[in-house]
C-alpha cells in the first residue's frame, strides 16, 4: 500500500469509528478514534508537509524555522497516536479486569477528557523536538543535543508503551484465561484478546526498525555518507506509517460492528436498526469488540 492511500484509510477508519461512538457511547470507540485522528495529523505533517509542501510543491529552500515548527507537530502527533493506544490498553484492562469499577468511571465525557489531556500533554512533549536535527540535510555528527532528544524520543515512542503493553496484557491474558472457563464468554473473549494482542504486536513490529535506525544513526557521521542508513531509514518510516493501515484491516478482522459500518458507509449495507437487549453487567464489557 502506497503512502498516498494511507490518508483514505485513516479517513475510513475515522469516519466508521465516528459513527460508533456515537451510536454506542463506548469508551474504547472514542479513543480509537482519536488513535486513528492522531495518526491522520502524523501523516499529514510527514507526507504533505514535510515532504510534498517541501520537496514536490515549493521546489525551493524552506525557512529553517519552519521546518522547527513541523517537527514539533509531527512529533506531538506522534506521540498522542502511541500514548492513546497506552490509554486505550489501559481502558481494557480496566474493563475486563475491574468490571465495577469501569461502570462507574467510564463515560464519554470523562473519556473525552482524558484524550484532550494525552493531545496536550503530547504537544508539550513535541516541543524540544524544535531543536531536533534533520537527519536528511544536516551532514554533521550527532552531538549530546542530537543524542538526548533521540534517546528520549526512543523511550517515549517504543521502549516505555512496549513495556506497558507487555506488563498489562499479560495480566489482562491471565484474567482472560480464568475467564473463559465460563463457555459463553469463549467467543468475546477470544476477540478481546486477538485485538489487544494485534493492536500492541502490530505496533511493536512496525515501529521496531524505525528506533533502530535512529538509535544507529547517533554512531554514525550523517545519512548522506551512508546509503544503507539512509535506506534504512526510508524503509523504518514507511513500515511506522503502515502500522494504522494494517489496525484498519485487524479492525475489520475482529469486529462485526466495525465491518458494518464500514460496509454501511461504503453503500454496502443499509443502515441497521440496533436492537437493544438485556445485557447482564458481563455481557457489557466484554460486548465492546463485538
Known amino acids: ?123 508539550v512533549t513535541g516541543i524540544p523536538f524544535y531543536w531536533w536535527s534533520d537527519v536528511w540535510r544536516n551532514p554533521r555528527t550527532p552531538d549530546l543535543l542530537d543524542r538526548v532528544l533521540k534517546w528520549v524520543h526512543c523511550f517515549i515512542i517504543y521502549f516505555i508503551p512496549c513495556t506497558f503493553f507487555f506488563i498489562i496484557n499479560s495480566v489482562i491474558i491471565l484474567r482472560l484465561r480464568q475467564k473463559s472457563k465460563a463457555n459463553r464468554y469463549k467467543l468475546r473473549i477470544g476477540k478481546t484478546r486477538a485485538l489487544l494482542i494485534g493492536i500492541t504486536t502490530v505496533f511493536a513490529v512496525l515501529w521496531a526498525p524505525r528506533t533502530i535506525v535512529i538509535i544507529i544513526h547517533m554512531y554514525v557521521s550523517s545519512i548522506h555518507k551512508d546509503w544503507r542508513v539512509h535506506l534504512a531509514m526510508d524503509i523504518g518510516n514507511m513500515l511506522a506509517l503502515l502500522n494504522t493501515a494494517v489496525d484498519f484491516f485487524l479492525y475489520c478482522f475482529v469486529s462485526k460492528k466495525f465491518r458494518d459500518t464500514v460496509k454501511e458507509i461504503l453503500g454496502i449495507q443499509r443502515p441497521c436498526c440496533t436492537i437493544e437487549h438485556k445485557k447482564t453487567q458481563s455481557d457489557n464489557y466484554f460486548d465492546s469488540w463485538k
Not at 475510513?12 to 492522531?38: D, E, M, W
Not at 509531527?74 to 493506544?85: C, L, P, Y
Not at 474493563?95 to 500533554?121: D, G, H, K, M, N
Request: with cysteine; hydrophobic share 50%.
Open 1 to 123: 500500500m502506497s503512502c498516498s492511500s494511507l490518508p483514505t484509510v485513516n479517513i475510513l477508519t475515522a469516519v466508521a469509528l465516528s459513527k460508533l461512538a456515537h451510536r454506542t457511547k463506548k469508551s474504547s470507540y472514542f479513543y480509537l478514534l482519536a488513535l486513528t485522528t492522531s495518526d491522520i495529523l502524523t501523516q499529514i505533517f510527514i507526507i504533505f508537509i514535510g515532504f510534498i509542501l517541501q520537496t514536490a510543491i515549493l521546489h525551493r529552500k524552506v525557512p529553517n524555522a519552519f521546518i522547527h515548527l513541523v517537527s514539533i507537530l509531527e512529533f506531538s502527533s506522534n506521540h498522542a497516536s502511541i500514548w492513546i493506544t497506552v490509554i486505550l490498553t489501559m481502558d481494557r484492562y480496566v474493563a475486563l479486569c475491574l468490571p465495577l469499577q469501569y461502570r462507574i468511571l467510564s463515560y464519554p465525557e470523562r473519556t473525552r477528557r482524558i484524550i484532550a489531556s494525552v493531545f496536550l500533554a503530547s504537544f
